[in-house]
């Protein structure tokens, strides 16, 4: 985040008045995140992301970048030797690995590795394993969607889902100094999640996830993604993407609450999917119906904070598998 969006949310959070000194403390702590507690990714991060956006992509170079990493490779090959890739053969190469994966979804691992190595150093195990699971929830389902439908872009949908929630780790994080771990914002959906934690923290995710994603220099798409995930209707871009992305969050959450699958003519997949007739709709419905069990089960087999990982403070550090 820039001085002038810092200053700009300072002069904001210094106007709320004196009933509301625990929301300008908890709206502070997070301008203190935001504009100084996030370090900055690794440089091996750096080079990583240059090397796969060459042409043609120097595989030797990429295999000792990641090698130089102990848990990324680790997490790479945990991932390939996963269900999601469902292979009848074990791989141990790294460089066999890194050409599974695919440049943008390589590229994509090692940023969520770092994402995830800093949330576990904040917050509870616990809490970390489901704000991930439920992330690689969304991803995994929004790239189906998109496979579905035929388009191309199914990348950007893994790493819009991956990453639809990463303006709630600050929140998260303030929330732990305070041991408000079942606060009723965080146990909220959708646009009722945003009105409560406006309520409790000056701030909503999305609009944290915005400013995250504009000062880590995401593409525009992943940014409005990360913005409008709970109100595709006001997204700047057309539908697809953020759509797609918002649909798979919301058939997640409902699922993680207990409640049954919304029908295909719910009126928020009316507004996520507005280029499908209601037939196109069921089908995509019909389809996350189909893969959410599954997919539940491979990663309760196989959680996304691993056990036997443990990183600074002992806490359980792991990556979506």
């Known amino acids: 985040m820039n001085a002038v969006s810092v200053g700009r949310l300072v002069r904001e959070e210094s106007a709320l008045s004196g009933s509301d000194g625990e929301v300008r ?20 991060l750096f080079q ?51 050409i599974l994966m695919g440049t943008e979804r390589l590229r994509n691992l090692a940023f969520t590795c770092y994402l995830i190595q800093l949330s576990c150093e904040h917050l509870p195990g616990e809490q970390v394993e489901s704000f991930w699971t439920h992330s690689l929830m969304v991803a995994m389902l929004s790239e189906r969607m998109m496979r579905r439908l035929n388009l191309e872009d ?5 790493l819009g ?13 303030v929330a732990a100094e305070e041991n408000t771990a079942s606060a009723v914002w965080l146990k909220s ?11 409790y923290f000056g701030l909503d995710h999305c609009e944290v996830g915005r400013w995250l994603g504009i000062n880590w220099n995401f593409d525009p798409l992943l940014v409005e993604v990360i913005e409008s995930h709970h109100q595709p209707n ?5 539908a697809g993407l953020v759509g797609i992305v918002a649909a798979a969050d919301h058939f997640c959450e409902t699922m993680e609450a207990g409640a049954e ?10 507004v996520c999917l507005p280029q499908l007739g209601d037939s196109g709709r069921a089908a995509l419905v019909a389809l996350l119906r189909r893969e959410y069990p599954p ?21 359980r550090q792991g990556l979506p598998s």
């Open 25 to 44: 403390r908890r709206k502070a702590g997070l301008l203190a995140i935001l504009s100084e507690g996030l370090p900055t990714m690794p440089i091996h």
């Open 48 to 98: 990583l992301n240059a090397m796969l956006g060459s042409s043609p992509v120097d595989l030797k170079q990429v295999s000792a970048v990641i090698r130089s990493d102990p848990s990324l490779t680790a997490q790479l090959l945990r991932l390939c030797n996963s269900a999601l890739f469902n292979l009848r053969r074990h791989v141990t190469r790294v460089e066999e690995a890194a």
């Open 154 to 158: 199914t990348d950007q949908a893994y």
């Open 161 to 173: 889902g991956l990453l639809h929630d990463v303006g709630k780790l600050p929140l998260l994080m």
């Open 189 to 199: 959906e959708g646009a009722e999640s945003l009105a409560l934690e406006r309520e």
């Open 234 to 238: 006001f997204a700047r871009f057309p």
């Open 261 to 270: 699958a919304a029908e295909p003519g719910n009126g928020f997949y009316r």
């Open 295 to 315: 997919m539940r089960k491979m990663l309760k087999g196989n959680p996304p904070v691993a056990e036997s990982d443990t990183g600074s403070g002992g806490r």
